[in-house]
């Protein structure tokens, strides 16, 4: 069971990047979910997607400028980070869970798997 981010990199504040997680050893029956910390912060929740691809959540900071999606045919989950601002800057990690539905996902329960971070940095 493996999860890895990739698409991180350094944009202006503003700019648009596209993080994908691919996901490999396991059936798309888990929700995924993306997190970020920055330095000398905790880690934060960001966005969920359902194994069904129905139904996505976002955190408040991510409202509005940020779009989950997910391509079960190529097992990988997106996240379209659009209007971004230096306070974004961050690893950004996936991950994977169940909550007994394939329509729901949640940034705190019944996560089970992680994957390494990518690196995003936004600059002012």
């Known amino acids: 069971v493996q999860l890895q981010a990739s698409g991180g990199g350094l944009v202006q504040a503003g700019g648009s990047l596209r993080l994908s997680c691919a996901a490999s050893?396991?059936?798309?029956?888990?929700?995924i979910a993306w997190f970020r910390q920055a330095p000398g912060k905790e880690r934060e929740g960001v966005s969920c997607?359902?194994?069904?691809?129905?139904?996505?959540y976002y955190a408040d900071s991510a409202k509005g400028r940020f779009t989950v999606s997910r391509d079960n045919a190529k097992n990988t989950v997106y996240l379209q980070m659009n209007s971004l601002k230096p306070e974004d800057t961050a690893v950004y990690y996936c991950?994977?869970?169940?909550?007994?539905?394939?329509?729901?996902?949640?940034?705190?329960?019944?996560?089970?798997?992680w994957g390494k971070g990518t690196q995003v940095t936004v600059s002012s």
């Open positions: 991950a994977a869970g169940r909550v007994g539905s394939r329509w729901n996902c949640s940034l705190r329960y019944g996560l089970e798997y």
């Open positions: 997607i359902s194994s069904s691809g129905d139904v996505t």
């Open positions: 050893g396991f059936t798309l029956d888990y929700y």
